[in-house]
């Protein structure tokens, strides 16, 4: 089986309908969302409207959650703090029900997927470290932890609770001796230095993971941005890739 995995698409709707376009010219199986389909972007309606139709399982990400009051917004930095206030003034109420609905980790046909990590989900950690990833490791259910959140496209490879190492590839075969933990990066907002949309091929039959980066028309959102009055700094990022 083959499956497309995405995350923190955070209401860029040009960014989502160009990755949506390539994951149907490679062709999969299931499209399974790993949560932020708001926040920070301009089009929080139309990318859930999208997102109901294409995906087969929708986890929720704290910017979800904080914009239905399930997890608090205060920790947010300024300029998400206020593209939050602004989602949650013209995002609809059918909406929020759905979001109210979602979970911050689930399995989809035995594969495990968390928005932000496998070790307390609902606590929104970074895995940034070694640390991190070495207290992560036990709760890796099976062979393999698909994760978004921090916008940081990386395999984590585990050899052991004390064998455990970054790799920053395009494609892996996986080792079926290693557990693996993966940050499939961001649709909508990527911060790798890389302005591109970054998703995920994983095929459970060849063993194999490939990351996609996929060009959209920036300036677009960026305008939509700017015509709600939404922060320069999110706005220019967009650009930047971070």
């Not at 089986?1 to 149907?24: G, Q």
């Not at 109901?52 to 947010?76: C, I, Q, R």
Request: charged share 20%; proline share 5%.
């Amino acid at each position: 089986m083959r499956y497309a995995l995405i995350s923190d698409i955070h209401a860029n709707l040009e960014a989502f309908e160009a990755v949506l376009k390539d994951i149907k010219s490679v062709g999969v199986d299931n499209t399974l969302f790993l949560g932020d389909i708001v926040g920070y972007g301009p089009n929080p309606n139309e990318c859930m409207d999208l997102l109901l139709k294409e995906a087969d399982l929708s986890l929720g990400g704290n910017h979800d959650w904080a914009a239905v009051g399930m997890t608090p917004s205060e920790y947010f930095n300024p300029y998400a703090k206020s593209a939050m206030d602004w989602t949650v003034e013209v995002l609809r109420d059918d909406l929020k029900d759905f979001l109210l609905r979602t979970r911050a980790q689930d399995t989809f046909d035995g594969i495990q997927v968390a928005h932000s990590s496998p070790l307390n989900p609902e606590q929104w950690q970074y895995v940034m470290t070694q640390k991190d990833a070495v207290a992560n490791y036990p709760h890796i259910q099976g062979d393999i932890c698909f994760i978004g959140h921090s916008h940081q496209p990386i395999v984590i490879e585990c050899a052991g609770p004390d064998n455990i190492k970054a790799l920053r590839v395009d494609t892996i075969t996986l080792n079926p001796e290693m557990k693996y933990l993966v940050n499939i990066g961001s649709v909508g907002q990527p911060r790798d230095s890389n302005n591109h949309s970054c998703w995920v091929v994983y095929d459970s039959d060849l063993g194999s993971v490939e990351f996609r980066r996929v060009g959209y028309d920036i300036s677009v959102t960026q305008k939509k941005m700017s015509d709600a009055g939404l922060a320069i700094y999110l706005i220019d990022r967009l650009s930047e890739g971070r």
